[in-house]
């Protein structure tokens, strides 16, 4: 069922499915960006970092969780844009992990235009172990269900 900015009420949740990141996907995350750090694709250059072994990219995680939310299939038609994302990533995601998000309605705000409104979610991403891997705010633009009236 697709939701529209009308239908969000603060403090809403929505927890998405889960998803294996895979060595597939930094590899391909990799030549995608052009990110060559050593840190995703040097095992031994990794080994000597706090992880000890290769991270995913912290983008090809919020990419993912981008992915999980537009599978939710509840707003991929009344998004009118992404208009900022906040990030802080607080443990590694290594290959073979599998993630996943909370997303929680944070505010709401009016627009000059009545067909639509601003939509703030915090997203907490966990790992298998519910461990908070990163967390952030999604800000996007939402058309509303019924456009309000102007006395």
């Known amino acids: 069922m697709e939701l529209f900015f009308d239908d969000f009420s603060l403090g809403d949740e929505m927890i998405s499915s889960r998803r294996t990141i895979t060595e597939a996907d930094v590899v391909n995350f990799t030549g995608l960006s052009g990110d060559f750090n050593a840190l995703h694709i040097d095992e031994e250059f990794a080994k000597e970092t706090p992880y ?36 802080k990533f607080k443990k590694g995601v290594i290959p073979g992990d599998t993630i996943y998000a909370k997303f929680v309605v944070k505010d709401k705000k009016e627009t000059s235009k009545n067909d639509r409104g601003v939509l703030i979610r915090s997203v907490y991403v966990y790992n298998q172990h519910q461990q908070i891997v990163s967390e952030g705010e999604i800000i996007l633009l939402m058309k509303r269900k019924t456009p309000t009236t102007t006395l």
């Open 52 to 87: 000890k072994t290769r991270v995913a990219h912290g983008l090809l995680s919020v990419s993912v969780v981008t992915g999980l939310q537009s599978m939710m299939g509840n707003i991929n038609s009344s998004t009118l844009g992404l208009l900022e994302i906040n990030w």
